[in-house]
Each structure stands twice: as structure tokens, then as C-alpha cells.
């Protein structure tokens, strides 16, 4: 079942103002339902997309008016489940500055980039021998984008990595929270965790869309951005994670430059993945865990993701996913879902899982964690810390047994 969607360009101002924006559940019943929900998934701004369960999208009102339209045509079941976005922002925005005057960095509230690159500074500082901190490029605005690599201090060269990313999309603030407690649990709780570290290197780049991320913070009407900021004529941004180099524009992708899945105009047009790029190349052939956060969701999700197609080690895959999975499960009775990620979601390219699996990344896994607050992908500040922990126990998990294997 083929359709034509006419999407709004909303975001022609590089501003989303959400006055009046809802969130819609969607829920496919069929395989041509499902094929309408995937090419609307190429125009509107889905908050999640899978198969397996409801997906979720932000509309505005005129844009409302027609989506509820085409999925009426269609017979595809939805239900309006947030009636005002903006309401929901404000609230948690107070909540975050009154938690981050005392809390805790990365457990507590959500900090903004150079907080972060500042933490990592300082335990460079503090933790010479066992950590190193490095700038590896700059964002289109300039923001400096750096990696910490944490070692066990005993000097060995060209051991084999561990590599963490987080921030690729802009609103998806638990993320990089994530990220950051990882850094915490290796460097700050190193006795607990060293043997994680006895073999391996962990490289973990906490902050990928620097712009992206501080444009959600600027004004609660930014609050859900999801793309990377350079302009593009008279809109602005490309999504991240279709923008690697592998299958481009393959599949769950758009070419209008207003869109929120647009791919940009050529892989690596955006200064922040090819620096990603750059750094996974610096370790080619050292990369046995390639681990990119998200939200949300909780899934576990393998490639390939540009099509439904199992990677080559399909069952080493599954059995490193299987591993968080059911630690988490232990932890606090969450159940993730685990499998391909294009016959769990919908297939998409040009993201970084499927690249860094390409480029000889052992395992290569994108975690999207948990679903949380009102609009799912953004947790209130008052439950970081259970996410966090909870996350880190899948992750430590997947770990020791990449580190079983290899």
C-alpha cells in the first residue's frame, strides 16, 4: 500500500515552537498498515518507531488535522496519549535547575555540554595515569568534542576497546546521563569495576550533537530538536544517525531538508559524525563492543538496521544482547526487546551502529533505553538515578561477556 504524505515544514524557522503540539500513539494491525506507518515515518517527527509494540509521533496542530486524516483513510488505529507537550516541558525544565544546584553530575539532572566536558577534564586531572582525555574535533558551532579513555593504568598498548557513544539525537537527554555514569562506575568506582578494565580499553565519547543538545536547553520551546544545526537553505539540521556511511539513504531516510530523518546531502556533511568516524577509524581492528546509547524505548537492537537482514555473527549478536537483557531483567523486572534492529523498528540507514559494524566493530549494539515521563523518550530529572544504575547493570553485563568471548 503506497502513499503520497505532504509534509509541513515546520521547522522553516529552525525553531519549533509547540503550542498546541500532541503526541499520537499509533498501532498498526496489519503489514499494509504497517508499511503507512513506515513512509509516514519519512515526514512526520516519530518519537518512536517499531513494529512490535506502539509508535509514537509530535504533530502540531495543522499537521494533527492531516495525519489524522491519512490514518483514518488507511484504518490505522491511534490515540491521541499527550494533549499539551509544552505544558510537560516547563514543568520538568524548573524541576531540572532546582535539582542541578545540588545534585550530582549525571545522576540527578540533566547538565549541559561543557558541564560534561568539564567532568571529564577534571578526572583527567585527577586520575592521570589511568584516564586521558582528548579533543577530537568541533561541531559546526564550534563546541569542542572530546573522548576519555579509561584504562587500568598498567600501561599495555593497542589493548581491545570497548567504545561508548551517547547524544547522537538531541532531545534524547538520558542518553548522554548514561553515558556520563559510565565514566563515573569505570573511573570513580574503578575497584568494583577493574575487571572490566583488565583487558580492555573503554573509549567513551559522552556528547555527540553538541549544538543539537545545547539548542534543546536555549528555550523550552527547542525542547524537542533531534538533528545537528548547520542550515540547510532555510531550514536547518540532519539527523545524525543517517548520516554514516554505509547503505546512505538506503531505507528510513528522507531527502527533504526539513524533515527530522533528512540524511544531508552527502554522508559525513555534518562535522560531528565525521568525527565519530574519524575516531572509530583511529581504532580499526581494536573494536570488540561498538555500544551507542538512545532513547527510548528499551530495546536492544543489532544490525543490520538499513534492511532485515542478520549481520554475519547474528548469534554472538544476540547472545551479548541476551546478556543485558536479562541482568536488567534481575535488576528491576524491566523487559528489553531484543533482536534486529530493522525487523524490531523499521529499517533505517546510515546510522552508526551499522557503520561501526562494517568498519570491523565486533559487536555492534544500540541501546535504547527506557521509556520514562510523559512524552517517553525524556525521564523527569527525579528518576535519573534509577535509570542510570539500572542501565549501567545491562551494561556491565554486555561487557563481561564480550570480554568471555574475546
Request: glycine share 6%; proline share 4%.
Amino acid at each position: 500500500m503506497l502513499i503520497k504524505v505532504l509534509g509541513l515544514l515546520f521547522l522553516i524557522s529552525g525553531s519549533l515552537a509547540l503550542e498546541g503540539y500532541k503526541i499520537l500513539e499509533i498501532s498498526p494491525n496489519s503489514e499494509d498498515e504497517s508499511n503507512v506507518v513506515e513512509q509516514l515515518s519519512e515526514t512526520y517527527d516519530f518519537l518512536k518507531l517499531t513494529r512490535v509494540e506502539p509508535s509514537q509521533v509530535l504533530v502540531s496542530p495543522e499537521e494533527y488535522q492531516t495525519l489524522s486524516g491519512l490514518l483514518a483513510k488507511y484504518n490505522v488505529n491511534f490515540k491521541t496519549i499527550n494533549e499539551n507537550v509544552l505544558a510537560d516541558i516547563l514543568t520538568d525544565a524548573t524541576d531540572n535547575s532546582k535539582l542541578c544546584a545540588t545534585s550530582r553530575l549525571g545522576t540527578d539532572c540533566y547538565r549541559s555540554h561543557s558541564e560534561i566536558n568539564n567532568y571529564i577534564d577534571e578526572l583527567q586531572r585527577q586520575y592521570p595515569n589511568r584516564v586521558n582525555v582528548k579533543k577530537v574535533g568541533v561541531s559546526y558551532e564550534k563546541r569542542d568534542l572530546k573522548t576519555i579513555t579509561i584504562t587500568n593504568g598498567d600501561g599495555r598498548a593497542n589493548k581491545k576497546i570497548i567504545f561508548v557513544d551517547a547524544g547522537m539525537h538531541a532531545r534524547e537527554w538520558i542518553s548522554p546521563s548514561v553515558g556520563l555514569y559510565v565514566i563515573q562506575q569505570l573511573v570513580e568506582n574503578f575497584s568494583e569495576n577493574k575487571n572490566l578494565l583488565q583487558n580492555f580499553d573503554w573509549v567513551v565519547m559522552p556528547m555527540i550533537n553538541a549544538d543539537g543538545y545545547e539548542y534543546t536547553r536555549a528555550d523550552t520551546k527547542n525542547r524537542m530538536w533531534r538533528k545537528t544545526r548547520k542550515p540547510y537553505n532555510k531550514c536547518f539540521g540532519v539527523d545524525p544517525n543517517r548520516n554514516f556511511d554505509f547503505k546512505f539513504g538506503y531505507a528510513g531516510t528522507s531527502a527533504k531538508e526539513c524533515d527530522d530523518t533528512f540524511k544531508g546531502p552527502n554522508p559525513f556533511s555534518e562535522p560531528e559524525t565525521a568525527v565519530l568516524r574519524d575516531v572509530l577509524k583511529s581504532y580499526k581492528g581494536r573494536i570488540s563492543f561498538y555500544l551507542t546509547l538512545h532513547s527510548h524505548g528499551a530495546y536492544l537492537i543489532y544490525p543490520w538496521g538499513y534492511d532485515k537482514i542478520d549481520g554475519p555473527n547474528k548469534n554472538e549478536l544476540e547472545d551479548v544482547s541476551q546478556a543485558g537483557y536479562q541482568a536488567i531483567l534481575k535488576h528491576s523486572g524491566r523487559k528489553y526487546k531484543v533482536g534486529n534492529a530493522a525487523k524490531l523498528m523499521y529499517p533505517a540507514a546510515g546510522a552508526s551502529d551499522d557503520y561501526a559494524y562494517s568498519e570491523g566493530a565486533r559487536i555492534s549494539i544500540t541501546m535504547e533505553l527506557p521509556s520514562g515521563g510523559l512524552r517517553g523518550f525524556d525521564p523527569p530529572p527525579k528518576d535519573i538515578k534509577k535509570y542510570v544504575e539500572e542501565s549501567w547493570v545491562g551494561i556491565v553485563a554486555m561487557a563481561n561477556k564480550v570480554v568471555e568471548k574475546y
